[in-house]
Structure formats: C-alpha cells, structure tokens
C-alpha cells in the first residue's frame, strides 16, 4: 500500500520510546548489546517505478537505520552490512557467529517474531560447526560468507582473530544431547527475549520457554503494514496479558463500538467515534486512516 517519507519520521520517533519505557523494567541495558536477527526482503517496483517492498525493509534501507547516531539502548551485535544482506542464509549465519563472538555483552536477544528468533536458533543447531569452524580460525570461509560488504564488516568489526577457547565452549554446548535453556547457556547476561508472541505467535511461547529457561517473553510495540501503533507500557507482563497504548500521531484513529448481541452473539455495529470518546469498558474495532490516505 502507499506511504510517504514523513511516515519514517513517525516510525523512528516509535521506535525511540522502546528503550525508555524497557530500561525503567530492567535497568543497565546501555550497558550491553542487542542480539537481534533482522533481515531484509526482496522488492519490485510497480508499473509507475515505485518500489514495493516489506515496510521493515523499507526501514532498514533508509537513512534513519542505517545512519542512526549511537544509542547505547540500540547498540546490536549485528553490523549493517550484516542485516542489510539480501541473501537470507549469509544473513543469518554472519549474524549468529557475531553474536556468539560477543555473547558476554549481550544483555537481550530477539527477532520481529516468535518464529523468526526459533529460526534463528534452529539454524544455530544445524551449522554450529561451521560456525565454530570460522571462530576458530578467526576466519570466513569463502564458500559460505560470499558477500564482499559482509565479509569486510566482520572480519574488521567483529571477528578479529582465531579464538580457538570460544569455539571450544560454544562446541562444548552444542554437542550436548539437550538445547534446553541454550540461549542462557551460550548468552549468559541476556534479561529478556524480545518478539512478538501474542496472536498467532503465541504457539510458539512452548518452544521459546524452553529455549530459554523461562526468561521473560517482551512484546514492545503493535504495528501492521498500514502504520505502527503504540507501546506496551508494561513489558514484563505475561504474554497473554499484553496491552498496548496508542500514539495518536501515528495515524488519524476511529473506533466502531461493538454490542455483541445476547440471543445469538453477533456484533452489532454502530457509527465511528473518535479517540476522546471513547468509553471505559466498551469494545471498540479500530479504524485506521494513514498519513497517505489510505
């Protein structure tokens, strides 16, 4: 769907309300990284030249990610070149081995998804040997790592020189016959896993438990294709008690109020009413009109 430029304005000013809100919960987290797996997706362009792609992607293309001034609150384990590679494999393997390497400052992992950050660790159970190959060696094996951008942003930013002591413990890791809690195992310092769970994602909270020993589940924002929309302001609340709290300049917000009707449950709509009044225990569906019109 359309967007114009401005509305990078209005998802950057969202995404810098995340750390503020998260650090008054679980304080020293400037005082680490991030391991965060993001990735870029492939784009056309519509008959007119303009170019369609995934919003993250759009996000992590422009100027406002990829020139972000340092923040220690959005300080990641991955390099740019890293989450900006188009192949999704090279993406995900250089993204693993720069996390392992600083696996003592990571204070939070996580993905967009629930789904992304299990790929992520499945992925870490079928190549941690040539992972720990590469750590060893304190280098990258060219029939793997192709992307020259890539390369060069590990190899100088990361991956200094062989530690043949890390290779050995992350090895030491794997190899054993159970992966319960591997992310505290192998990131001992992370507080927190940070991925949406809630909808269709919640079938995945099982799996990331186990994964992690239990640490916290942190759902941070609600956002969709159309526009993003508020924060949770209470990160460390169960899953299935996530709420979020609108930010009404994201977007020009309605709400339909719903009567569900007693005799055979079906909704009964009404007119739309804006923000200021709405009433305290009526359930409303929300209605979204964007910057752009749509």
Known sequence: MPTIAEEM???????????????????????????????????????GGLPARPVLTSY?????????????????????????????????YSQLLCGLCQRTQVLRVGAVFASGFIRAIRFLEKHWQLLCRDIRSGTLDPTVIT??????????????????ELADFVESECRKDSWQGIITRLWPNTKYVDVIVTGTM????????????GLPLVCTMYASSECYFGVNLNPLCKPSEV?????????????????????????ERQELVDLADVKLGHEYELVVTTYAGN
């Open 147 to 164: 992307d020259p951008a890539v390369r060069e942003a590990v190899l100088t930013k990361v991956l200094h020189r062989p530690d043949p």
């Open 202 to 213: 919640s079938q995945y909270i099982p799996t990331l438990d186990f994964y992690s020993n």
């Open 9 to 47: 304005e209005r998802r950057s000013l969202l995404y810098s309300l995340l750390m503020p809100v998260m650090s008054q919960f679980v304080p020293g987290l400037e005082k680490g990284k991030g391991m965060y797996f993001l990735f870029i997706k492939s784009e056309s362009k519509t008959p």
């Open 60 to 92: 992590y293309k422009s100027s406002h990610f990829k020139n972000r001034p340092f923040d220690p609150y959005t300080n990641y384990t991955s390099p740019n070149e890293t989450i900006l590679c188009p192949d999704s494999y090279q993406s995900m």
């Open 243 to 267: 709420a979020y709290t609108l930010i009404p300049t994201m977007a020009y917000f309605e709400f339909l109020p719903v009567h569900r009707n007693n005799n055979n449950g079906e909704k």
